[in-house]
T-cell receptor, first 114, second 114 residues
């Protein structure tokens, strides 16, 4: 049973460019959440997708957008990259049909903006 | 803020010793989850404790939860060098449409010396 997979592992982009990160959730999970983790900090919630819609969103600008596909996989898009967007981006997979279920994370995508 | 806050920020011990990390939070929760992170990689899920539980065990891990004090502790017994990592607590205070959103603290950096 594959866990949560993210691609790519590392990415270097130039300021102003756009980037797309991808996530495949754990088998049986229907909900994908994205987190940003800056160096030395804990993960911060970006948004969550369920049934192909953004269900809730953290305090991130509209430059951050996403998508969920019918197979539950998800993409995170960031436009007009800033140096401050450099971080580890984590995808969390869960099922939210019931409460109190574990959230499992992928290995993350390390984004460096230069 | 609903963020969990871990204490201490850093902990250094010898192999074989026990390591205790604490987490405090501010609002009522559904559950609290502990994660481990090695060198900026993905988060590994360790244990979930529900708000109506007081203690859970998993191998060398023991987690306690005191909802009256809004605090939790993670005990790692007989630590090993391989336990060296950052440890995060994440609170789930979901209500309705916010189901599954996790709030993280900054983590405790544990170093276990051989």
């Amino acid at each position: 049973d594959a866990g949560v997979t993210q691609s790519p592992t590392h990415l270097i982009k130039t300021r102003g460019q756009q980037v797309t990160l991808r996530c495949s959730p754990k088998s049986g999970h229907d909900t994908v959440s994205w987190y940003q983790q800056a160096l030395g900090q804990g993960p911060q919630f970006i948004f969550q997708y369920y049934e192909e819609e953004e269900r809730q969103r953290g305090n991130f600008p509209d430059r951050f957008s996403g998508h969920q596909f019918p197979n539950y996989s998800s993409e995170l898009n960031v436009n007009a990259l800033l140096l401050g967007d450099s971080a580890l981006y984590l995808c969390a997979s869960s099922t939210t049909r019931t409460m109190n279920t574990e959230a499992f994370f992928g290995q993350g995508t390390r984004l460096t903006v230069v | 803020s609903q963020q969990g806050e871990e204490d201490p920020q850093a902990l250094s011990i010898q192999e074989g010793e026990n390591a205790t990390m604490n987490c405090s939070y501010k609002t009522s929760i559904n559950n609290l989850q502990w994660y481990r992170q090695n060198s900026g990689r993905g988060l590994v899920h360790l244990i979930l404790i529900r708000s109506n539980e007081r203690e859970k065990h998993s191998g060398r891990l023991r987690v306690t939860l005191d909802t009256s004090k809004k605090s939790s502790s993670l005990l790692i017994t007989a630590s090993r060098a391989a336990d060296t990592a950052s440890y995060f607590c994440a609170t789930d205070a979901s209500r309705g449409s916010t189901l599954g959103r996790l709030y993280f603290g900054r983590g405790t950096q544990l170093t276990v010396w051989p």
